[in-house]
Every structure is written in C-alpha cells, then in structure tokens.
C-alpha cells in the first residue's frame, strides 16, 4: 500500500499538479535565495560584521540561522522536490534538471556533514565549528551563495526549457504544463 501511495503521489506531482508543485517549489526556492542575497548585502555593501549579517528571517530570530538542522531541512527539502518533480520533465528540461538534481546531492552531502558535526560536536579537521569539505577552502557565506547559484540556473534552464519544449517533447509531456506549453 505504501509503495501504491507514493506512486499516485508522484503521478498526482507530475501530471495534474506539476505546475502548481513546481510553481510552489520555485517560490520556496526563491524565498531562500532572498535570504542569501540579503545576507550578502548586509557583508559587502552594508559593511555589517558576518556574525551580524543573518538575512532577513535571521535578523528577528537570530537563532535560525545557528541552528544546522534547519539548514539541512531546507537542503532536504530541495532534494526531496527534485526528485518528485523530476519525472514531470522530458527531453532537454529533464537533463537540465537532473544535473541541477546531482548539484543539489552534493549540497545536500555537505549539510549532513555539518549537520552531524554540530550533532555530536566532533568538527572537521579540528575546526572550531561545523565545517564541509569545500568551506576548507571558501567562506561558508560565498560558498554557499555558490551552491545556490549552481543549483538555481540548471533549474531555471529546465524549467524554461520545460514551459518551451520541442514538438516531440511536447507530444511526450503528460503534466498539466503541457497546457501552458503549447500556448507559448
């Protein structure tokens, strides 16, 4: 039964409802690209101190962004949405949204790590605080304004790709933005 739930679930996410999940998922994708670029103009055109620089939800509850468990929730979050909304995409938008989907992996690795780092309070290398494997070499706010980026313009490229499809890839669309494709 759960195996048949999960199934209609994710025929439900990419049929009839791909275009209001996928809309939902961009506007949660978007809100926390909103964060990361509010945090980054309060560092380098602000001139705050990075302690200081939370973004917008951290500024009211600066506990939010000490906390790797909502970091890592956030980054499961996107995992999970790729998946499920993956099978709504063919052809050329499909490629671009798996190599976003391989991005977003590796982003994804790197939360567990800090996240089990800040669990049980063994950091990488001797570090003072939790550390990933690439903040080795790169600030953690540019690093993960990077991984952002990286994850965000595939997707983009898929979903513009997808609302725009080929003719053949239109007659192999079965979600509902194959409605919206063949007006545009």
């Known amino acids: 039964m759960a195996v048949s739930t999960r199934t209609a679930t994710s025929g439900r996410l990419n049929g009839a409802r791909h275009r209001a999940a996928l809309n939902v998922f961009m506007l949660v994708v978007v809100g926390h690209w909103a964060e990361h670029i509010v945090q980054a103009v309060q560092i380098w055109v602000l001139g705050w101190p990075r302690p200081q620089a939370r973004g917008l939800l ?3 509850f600066p ?3 000490e906390q790797e468990w909502l970091h890592y929730g ?3 979050v996107m995992l999970v949405g790729f998946w499920m909304l993956r099978h709504g995409f063919v052809g050329r938008s499909r490629t671009w949204w798996n190599v976003a989907l391989g991005i977003q992996i590796w982003h994804h690795l790197e939360h ?3 996240l089990v780092q800040a669990l049980s309070g063994a950091y990488l290398l001797g570090r003072a605080v939790p550390t990933s494997i690439v903040q080795l070499a790169f600030p953690r706010v540019e690093l993960h304004l990077f991984y952002n980026a990286a994850v965000f313009l595939p997707m983009v490229v898929a979903v513009y790709l997808h609302l725009r499809p080929s003719g053949l890839e239109l007659s192999r669309m ?5 409605h919206v494709a063949r007006a545009a």
């Open 58 to 60: 951290g500024m009211p």
């Open 63 to 65: 506990w939010l962004v």
């Open 74 to 76: 956030y980054a499961l």
């Open 112 to 114: 567990l790590l800090l």
């Open 174 to 178: 079965s979600c509902s933005c194959r």
